[in-house]
């Protein structure tokens, strides 16, 4: 049986850009046997989520389409957001996300990244809670203490201690970062996304954290650029919500 982990790098490889594939050139992708890839695909196939062409190549199906709009429909804030992440790709010229909390896993569920980015779309969608900007903002605000932690790279938060110290720093600064803690080379700065309460007078935000959004770009650009970047993603955000 497909993992979720698994089907989710699998889906996750179908995008605009790539919207077609075959079982040799997905098993080169995803680094995994011809056979393998066949069994995924053969599996999200007969499930629903995939359809074969007639070239016998593999696309998406509209089962997803109307999953999705199910599941939006639920998230009044949902289009909003969704723009925000273009918008943040766009002006940033990075990987724009967000990500939510299910139970205690973290979830990328938008992705889009900006031609010019200095990386690829990561596939993952289930993340690592403790070595991701997204993990530490939701975990923070959700006070939730990790059960474990993975450690992805040197980086990583790898002890109860360290993360009750960066947990006091992320809701000290409003926002968090993760240098080289999920993948080598890369950043991300998340900052938490508040449902906008209509009752609430001026359109302003209430406490609820629904979500975590932010960037993705190489170390490299992060680094050189980080207070710049910072001050742009928290302008476009505090824009968006409306804050004063």
Partial sequence: MLSLQKAANILGA?????????????????????????????????????????????????????????????????????????????????VAFLCILEGEEVVATIRERHPDADIDLPLDVYLPATATASGKILYAHADITPRSFEACTPSSITSLDEWKTEVAKVRRLGYAYSIEEWIPGQCTLGVPYHALHSGLPDGHPGDTVVAAIGVQMSAGRYLREERSIRERVLQIVREAEALP
């Fill in 14 to 94: 179908f995008s605009a850009e790539q919207p077609e594939w075959g079982v040799r050139a997905l098993a080169s992708h995803l680094s995994v046997p011809r056979a393998t890839a066949h069994a995924y695909l053969a599996g999200l196939t007969e499930a629903g989520f995939l359809r074969r062409t007639p070239a016998g190549k593999y696309r998406l199906s509209w089962h997803l389409a109307e999953m999705g709009a199910q599941l939006t429909a639920s998230l009044p804030w949902f289009p909003e957001a969704r723009s925000l992440i273009t918008r943040l790709a766009l002006e940033v010229r990075a």
